[in-house]
């Protein structure tokens, strides 16, 4: 299940294919200016903090310059940081000071849109069709009389149609142009070669200043089906996917993949980390095909109940998933479009027991692991947000039915006993709720039982011993609604996800998420033995 057998054993493995990421939602995690939003410069000054954590590289979603319509994923100037951020400059100090704590930085990309902020959107605006400033991006003639319709009958991923419609430089009603985000989200014309040498040159911008890596976000879109015909696929909503989609997963995708590999390659210790969301299993591994991206996400451990047949196929999919193609598999519970795992679990005392659970079992696995910020604090998301501080372009867009992502993205809570505890000196862009004064860093850290504290010891345990070696599981014995895995190093993880407590088979006790007693793992705990 890994390219780190055979005759690539004689070469160490890269510092990926093993690597606990962090992932930072820069606005939500430390504001060093007092204006409420979280920056750069308030991340520098927590490195020390995830130093501790025991995390080997960060994931930082958009910082670039942008107008923000959709929290930085619409980048108006790829290769600049945002004011709100802290400039350039800032994110220098972050990769320097992150180097010398032995952490790697990896950024978010954006290759499938810009922001309608960006000199080439505004230029396409003031040319005409068939321009070639138009030719960046995707614009068609209308449908019906006077082109009054839409090209086609493609939705935007957050509600109403994929297509806007554009008043020309004389005036009149003009072309459509594609966005299957918001609009304010102009789709880019991948089949244009200076698109993909624009995208180039941003690469190598930030590698060149020191980004270990990226992760490039909708990195089965980019490429468009010929004709760009209608589509049947009925539920069309964010994080709902169809391999049956045009708008995604189009074969020309491959082709974009193998022309970023070659600037990655470049780089030597540089990663391509993709976000994939796709069903089946061929079609996803041709992403991680030598000559492509060298990890993707999978989402299925995200998306699976706390019940161990599940978790069980959710985990054998995973593998095989990445097996034929030789890569490495990831892992993750969470990130910042999908609600919290202490609150899909159950919220309360049994959510956060099994988010511990599911905490070790996921740290158990070979692989690449990503942590969403405040996972370790066991942060559950915030559903009762007031509406005036809702941000996300799903709230708007869906005549406020929709209350879109905001809850898993409210700031993370460090010290003191009164909100914004020490997020920020000012008020926090959204609100955090009074009750997580025991959530706090500042509280966990002085509790050995904590969250905080499992996640530390999971992480330096899972660096340091050996028995958590190898690519490959097998599966062992348990009980019924419980699973059980060694790993080739020897590390044995055992999961009770019944409401009852279950012997623990033979072996010395590595670490528990719950406390045992007379070798009894309890109901919705987890247990490494060696």
Known sequence: MSAGSGAASAQPAPWWRNAVFYQVYPRSFADSNGDGVGDLGGLREKLGYLELLGVDALWICPVMRSPMADGGYD??????IDPLFGGLDALD???????DRQIRVTMDLVPNHSSDQHVWFRQALAAPPGSRQRARYIFRDGRGPEGAKPPNNWPSVFGGPAWTRVTEPD????????????????????????????FEQTMRFWLDRGIDGFRIDVAHGMAKPDGLPDMSVVDTRMLVHDD???????PGVHEIHRRLRKVMDEYPNAVAIGEVWVDDNVRFGEYL????????????????????????????????????????????????????????????????????????LELALPGAVFVYNGAELGLPNVDDLPEEFLQDPAWERSGHTERGRDGCRVPLPWEGARSPFGFTTGDSWLPIP??????TVEQQ???LDSMLSLYRMAIELRAT????????????????????FRRDGGLLCVLNATDAPILLPAGEVLLTSAPTGARKLPANSAAWLI
């Open 75 to 80: 980048v108006s100037d790829p290769r600049d």
């Open 93 to 99: 100090a972050v990769i320097e000071e992150a180097h």
């Open 171 to 198: 005036g009149r009603p003009g072309q459509w142009y594609l966005h299957i985000f918001a609009p304010e989200q102009p789709d880019l014309n991948w089949e244009n070669p200076e698109v993909a040498l624009d």
């Open 244 to 250: 049956s989609d045009p708008r995604f997963n189009n």
């Open 289 to 360: 095909r030598a000559d492509e991206l060298h990890m993707a996400f999978n989402f299925r451990l995200a998306e699976t109940a706390f019940d161990a047949a599940k978790i069980r196929a959710a985990v054998d999919n995973s593998l095989h998933a990445v097996a034929e193609v030789g890569a490495s598999p990831t892992w993750t519970l969470s990130n910042h479009d999908i609600e919290r795992e202490v609150t899909r679990y159950g919220d309360g005392v049994i959510g956060q027991a099994r988010a511990r659970a599911m905490m070790m």
């Open 434 to 439: 009074p009750q997580w004064a025991q959530l």
């Open 445 to 447: 850290l002085e509790r």
């Open 465 to 484: 011993r050996p028995e958590f070696a190898g690519p490959g599981l097998e599966w062992y014995g348990s009980p019924p609604g419980c699973l059980a």
